[in-house]
């Protein structure tokens, strides 16, 4: 075996890219990376009945978007079903498997009476000796391996230490179904080693897997990989996850408008510690990650935590690239399509020029959306609840008499907005924020907002007074009473 670092990524295309696989995915990407290593991805798809290429398209996506780049082409499991056949006949040649003529009535009464005492082992060995020259024609045969009957089988797992499994209660494992296709048990080893994986690192719920798979190892005489078995990721309440806790495919927590740096980075934390670090660079988790400080226990989601480092992350990023984030995701944003539709060369710089103020409050990218509508939205703008409350007819006469003022900034600047509004407020004897209020309900249709000032030098000059004079009432002549 190579002296290179080889792991892999080996999904079952029934169903979405789900958070626990992602992270699975992630354990194995950083490991290989950190390490000048390989890291491979092979679609499990020999349940025929359940294997969807939309699943396959959806395993890709997802991976493509967390930024977990594979090396090679993907290998399909199925397509190398020769090749696993041929590993059987091979262990069946060298006397380490044979063929089981038990008919399903046979298997269930073993089944049964083996339930009935207690025994973990279902399949009594019944064709285990038996002279195979002697078949059943009325029955097609499995390919069983002859496992060891006595002894141990032991596993040194990164993750969850020294395992051991007495053999006498492991059964003789099917390798080849009677209809000749390879078992989900023996098509793994043949993979893993044909692909050169040195390292399997995936969930504990196939830590069981684990003792049968290093049975094949040695019944064909290879030597068995690293592995480490990662405990499952749990709900807030300890349950195992579901997706009333967000189990849920990684297109979802796209379209919720989570940054792919920000999923790696709580992914990473889910099950693995570093110190007290909580942020990392995807240069510090490659560096930094380790099988040995992976911990035993589950980890729990806690999409609170999600939102609060991905409101970092968007914080800390550059606005343009903010924005050319923003509009590769718009497709699968809930509220994406409006300005999908209205994106121009104009509404980007607005949008880049409006971010430093946005992005404050966001901690997603639908957040963000959402706060920066008022940059596109028509004219007269629709005002929510809250803003419209905002309206009295007090309001918009101050409305009416500060615009005024405002008609007579040039340049027009934020600075320029500010001294003009505050000079307004302190000549009309009004607090900053009685004049403030109005005016962010008449500018974004909202009661909070990016600063006042910078919304008044984001939308422009002409803009502004627009929308201003859409809410306001006129200021009145002298000698005459204000109308609108």
């Keep these: 075996m190579s002296d290179q670092i080889v792991t892999r990524f080996a999904p079952s295309p029934t169903g979405f890219l789900h958070i626990g696989g992602a992270r699975t995915a992630l354990f194995n990407w950083l490991y290989a990376r950190g390490r000048g290593g390989k890291f491979l991805l092979r679609i499990e798809d020999t349940d025929r009945a359940r294997s969807t290429d939309a699943a396959i398209a959806a395993i890709f996506d997802g991976l ?213 670090q909580e942020i990392f660079s995807t240069e510090e988790m490659i560096a930094a990650f380790d099988l040995a400080a992976i911990g035993r226990a589950p980890a729990r989601l806690d999409l609170a935590k999600l939102d609060s480092i991905n409101g970092h992350y968007i914080r800390q990023m550059a606005d343009a690239d903010l924005i050319a984030e923003i509009e590769r995701v718009l497709p699968y944003l809930p509220n994406g399509g409006e300005l999908a539709a209205r994106m121009t060369p104009a509404l980007r710089t607005r949008l880049i020029a409006a971010m430093p103020g946005l992005k404050e409050r966001a901690k997603t990218l639908v957040e963000l959306v959402e706060s920066a509508r008022y940059l596109y939205a028509d004219r007269p703008l629709a005002l929510d609840d809250k803003a419209a409350s905002q309206m009295t007819p007090e309001a918009r006469n101050l409305l009416g008499r500060v615009s005024r003022d405002l008609a007579m900034v040039d340049p027009w600047s934020a600075e320029a907005a500010e001294a003009a509004v505050r000079a307004y407020a302190e000549r009309s004897g009004v607090k900053l924020g009685a004049v403030a209020q109005p005016l962010r309900a008449a500018l974004t249709g909202r009661t909070t907002s990016p600063g006042i000032f910078d919304v008044l030098a984001v939308l422009g000059k002409a803009e502004s007074l627009a929308r201003i004079a859409d809410q306001a009432v006129a200021p009145a002549e002298p000698g005459r009473s204000a109308v609108r």
Excluded at 89 to 116: F, I, N, V
Excluded at 251 to 260: C, D, I, T
């Design 64 to 276: 493509a978007w967390l930024g977990l780049e594979w090396d090679g082409e993907p290998v399909h499991q199925f397509s190398r079903a020769e090749r696993h056949r041929e590993v059987a006949e091979q262990l069946l040649a060298a006397g380490k498997a044979y063929y089981c003529y038990a008919s399903p009535e046979e298997l269930t009464a073993m089944r049964e009476q083996a339930r009935a005492e207690g025994r973990s082992k279902l399949y009594n060995g019944l064709w285990r000796d038996r002279d195979p020259s002697y078949p059943r024609p009325d029955i097609k045969p499995v390919i069983r391996l002859k496992a060891p009957l006595t002894g141990e089988t032991v596993i040194e797992d990164q993750v969850q230490g020294r395992v051991t499994w007495q053999n006498e209660n492991l059964d003789d494992l099917v390798l080849l179904r009677s209809d000749g296709t390879p078992t989900y048990m023996l098509a793994v080893v043949v993979d893993d080693r044909d692909m050169g994986v040195t390292h399997i690192i995936r969930g504990d719920d196939h830590l069981t897997n684990a003792a049968r798979q290093k049975q094949i190892y040695e019944a064909l005489g290879w030597s068995v990989p690293v592995m480490a078995h990662i405990p499952l990721i749990h709900g807030p309440d300890g349950a195992k996850l579901s997706k009333r806790h967000g189990a849920l495919g990684v297109e979802a927590y796209r379209a919720m408008g989570y940054l792919p740096a920000a999923m790696r980075n709580y992914l990473v934390r889910l099950g693995w510690a570093h110190g007290d």
